[in-house]
């Protein structure tokens, strides 16, 4: 089958969460360490969360900053491979953090909506919730640096 530049950026429903998340877990070893899954993969994103425990504690008992910003990453990169057959050289170029107010120590949940999807980049929103909770406690802006055909 012959794939159009757009059908490169076209959503791909043939990307289950778990597909999606092995891809992540197969090129980053790193990932293995990070105790998260990615739950969905949705029309505009795609959903993930993080497990928490003692070891993503910071003094206060609060979740720290890094555990949040690399749950953002992750479900962004999530949100980009389940668009992009090619999406695995996608790179981090801007990530913009913004703390709500401090998470009581228990699993998060990471929502991601592409706001916009070009041909060179993808602009992605990410709201952090509490599991259970309805308020947010971070709100992440992010911008991926999208691989050229070659």
Known sequence: MNRTPADRLAPRPDRPARRVERIIR??????ADADFTVE???ADGAIARRRIDARSLRPGGTVS???????????????VLARMEDGRMA????????????PPPADLIARAEIVRFGRRQAVIEVRIFVDGDPD?????????????PG
């Open 91 to 102: 790179v981090t170029s801007e990530l913009s953090i913004r703390f709500l107010r401090r």
């Open 65 to 79: 900053g890094p555990v949040m910003m690399t749950l953002a990453d992750a479900v962004m990169y999530a949100a």
């Open 40 to 42: 969905q993969i949705t």
């Open 136 to 148: 947010p406690v971070a709100l992440v802006v992010g911008t991926y640096a999208l691989p050229q």
């Open 26 to 31: 197969e090129g980053l070893p790193e990932a």
